[in-house]
């Protein structure tokens, strides 16, 4: 049980809030308001919460990091955004909108981003030397002795809307980038703020060095009404902090301009006066912030001087709060849940778990139900041992013989069966699916919110093409998968030409011939597959392939190839278990560090450090159904 809330902020910087304890199982969850079902969608946004929009811009947020985020093939290393999104990896010029800008693809990409038009591009700086500051298909970067700023200005014309979006604190390869970071951060004593106030020094700084070319883009692309009427600004961590103070700016500076604030562990950047200026002067202002977060926190209060601007939206594995001080702990993480509920993956999982749960088709109780019951018992009755070998034996030269207890696969599939009516055939995706978003989140293990987007996503989603495109995505990576033989999350050209000839259709085509065109197309989208090769990348081709001609001669992947190794993937149950629900010894996953850091993937660590290696009982809190607003966004993930 959560407590849940719909909340407005007025022009005048007043606020509204109904708060009320909403039951997660209760089919009347009261949240149209949160929906935003109640108001003309027509128009775009208005100044309600709407968690559809607040799981879109943290996966824009998490873009603009620069440095091995979750969209960048690892291979590419340091993406520069100096060179706009020519220095970029295609997966990110993907999900910039580039390939839609471009006419690559005719289609809208998840995110319904559409790259800034080039006539935009500029470089800025004192005249002596290479300008520190450029921005170049909307990707921004100033870079001197001192601040590291990086931006992105991004279009989505469908909702006539302008997004700026700020990168937090990096924990970059190029120990320079941190360093800078962290003296912005750091620089934590009070200036004035033009018209009143005092703000924290650093981040005004940082700020200043990209803030006239975002105010003078913004207003040019608010000046025709007829295609944008509003801008959003976006951050998460210290891209918080930068969104608060830019947001403030262009409402300063464009006359008339609808500004809205989304931030994700932002931290605090002005005085209470600044607050109050900010509050009447900006539509909206929502602060996510998950559960122990400790960022948010800092400097907050009497001693630092320091006050939160808009409205705090506090999350955790528990539940929903709008402004409420008796917050619950979701009791999740341990003692190093301060740092780990900062991770922007963290907030990227919760957010779409929040919005499966509560979507229209979910509001049955008896889904919620027959969720639970199947989550249980995949992790208590556990009827699958496995015997596995491995080389870390107790004594060097040795192979250690270990036993290892499988969640139990067949009880989820035979109630999701029973109770929801998912054919038998379907159900083998929901553990591939389960493995995919745990590389998409970079998770340490797959657990409750994981099962439940996995689900919600094949099967229970309000839109026929998002479920087929998601069932598709979860055989891709399924097959991608089998073929990994290392299993890194790349295919090497030994296993990337294994896969091609497996699953393609060659024709009267040689080997050679058939891959030749494979590797043309590849490289129509800028992907280079002669080293390695990622799922990303993969599934951007797969994406685009269609639209070459020759292409749909040489290549379709036929269902009964997929299924046929899908099955081969499944486990192999070696005989029932000693006592079902005994849980096997739990296991330490590996820890991931800093946000914007490349997911971990099957690849590092152990590939079943499930969440069934958890004691039974230890995943109440994740048990708990989220009370929260509108449907995951479709194939964001």
Known sequence: MGCGASAKQNHDGTSTSDLRIVDGLSSDLSVLDLTGKKRDSEKGCNNSFDLQRAATYVEISAMVYADGAYWASSKAGVGSLKQGLGGVSPTLRYWCGGLKRDKVLEEDNALCLVALDSKFDKTWGDGSGEPPGSMRDGLIHYRDGKYDTQAIISLRPKKREVVVSFRGTEFSSDPSVLVRDVMTDALADRVSYPGGGKVHHGVYSALGTVEKVIVDTVKELLKDTGVYDHVTVIGHSLGGGLAVLCAMALANQIPNAVVDVYTYGGMAVGCPKFKERFDKKVRACWRVVNDQDIIPTLMVGRVMGYAHVGHDVHINEAGLWFDCENKVRDGVGGRLSCFTDHLISNYRRLLDLFSAIVCEQNRDPAIMLALREAWEVYLTSAEQNQMVLTVKGTRQGSVRCQQVSAPNQLGLHRILNQKLGIPEADLRLVQPEMLRLFWWYGASEIDWSIFVIAVYSLYLAADVDTRKWRQNKARWHQ???????????????????????????????????????????????????DNELSFSEFMLWERTHAKHEHQKHVFSCSVSTVERLIAKSQPVAAGPSSAPGTPPAKTTPPDHTGPGTPPAGPGSGDPLSLNANSPPGANKARLAPLPAPSDLPGVVS
């Open 479 to 529: 097959i991608f998968r089998h073929f990994d033989s290392d299993m890194d999350e790349f295919l090497d050209q030994k296993e990337f030409t294994a896969m091609m000839l497996e699953i393609g259709q060659q024709g009267d085509m040689t080997h050679e011939q058939f891959l030749a065109e494979i590797k043309k197309d590849f490289k129509s989208i800028d992907v280079n597959i």
